[in-house]
């Protein structure tokens, strides 16, 4: 049996010139199929075959919110757990990478810059002016908390509107890293992913008035990328 990622052709052009960017992978903490190790592997793998280097960095800062979100803690109780989360990743991760030296880890921190701080200004005051922008949040929000009900750490008497005010900055919060940490690198950056982040792409095409303030490297470009188990 083998396994494979599998991009769609419309991604054809820029895979074909994949080794004149640096491959970035964000990696959900708690997403299955980021702890799951084979499929990481496999996205390890392509990473190294595909593009110039790449990196792959753990969003364990944001997390805190969606545990505060789901189950009502405390910011700093959620903050530890986030971190050891991330640490586990990271060393799992780390695991795999070690046969593949042109794919690094790094954790949210290394990026959390000025640029990344000024993005999520904008972002937060997107967020409370711009009815289109802030719907489009919470449209992935409301997703979110409504796959996570069957959760059994789930505290049922959160209100939904506490629960929407936490989950929405983890978005936030990855949306001002993920648009931000483009300048980090001289190569022009291609973000791979198992789906699309459509307001993300919004972003980069600076879609909402207000991305003239953003932070934005108009080179960067998206690819989507799954792991198939075949034969």
């Known amino acids: 049996m083998t396994t494979k990622i599998i991009v769609p052709e419309r991604y054809g052009e820029i895979l074909a010139n994949s080794k004149n960017y640096v491959g970035l992978m964000g990696l959900s903490v708690g997403k299955a199929?980021?702890?799951?190790?084979q499929t990481m592997t496999e996205y390890a793998r392509f990473m190294q075959e595909r593009f110039a280097y790449s990196l792959m960095v753990v969003a364990d800062v944001p997390k805190r919110h969606n545990i505060m979100a789901l189950e009502g803690v405390s910011e700093v109780k959620?903050?530890?757990?986030?971190?050891?989360?991330?640490?586990?990743?990271r060393n799992a991760?780390?695991?795999i990478t070690r046969d593949y030296p042109n794919v690094k880890v790094a954790r949210w921190r290394h990026f959390a810059e000025e640029k990344y701080s000024h993005n999520l200004e904008v972002l937060q005051e997107a967020y409370r002016s711009?009815?289109?922008?802030?719907?489009?949040c919470n449209?992935?929000?409301?997703?979110?908390?409504s796959q996570s009900?069957?959760?059994?750490?789930?505290n049922p008497n959160i209100s939904v509107a506490d629960r929407v005010a936490n989950a929405k900055n983890y978005l936030?919060?990855?949306?001002?890293?993920?648009?931000?940490?483009?300048?980090?690198?001289?190569?022009?950056v291609c973000e791979i992913y198992p789906g699309r982040n459509e307001i993300h792409e919004r972003i980069q095409n600076r879609e909402f008035e207000f991305c003239g303030d953003l932070n934005i490297r108009d080179d960067k470009v998206f690819m989507e990328a799954y792991y198939k188990d075949g034969d």
């Open 33 to 37: 199929d980021f702890e799951n190790p």
């Open 78 to 89: 959620a903050e530890q757990r986030a971190r050891v989360a991330g640490d586990d990743m």
């Open 93 to 95: 991760i780390e695991k």
């Open 130 to 136: 711009d009815g289109e922008f802030m719907d489009e």
């Open 139 to 145: 449209c992935v929000v409301w997703k979110f908390l």
């Open 149 to 154: 009900m069957g959760n059994p750490r789930t």
């Open 172 to 188: 936030l919060e990855e949306l001002a890293l993920l648009v931000a940490i483009p300048f980090a690198f001289q190569l022009p």
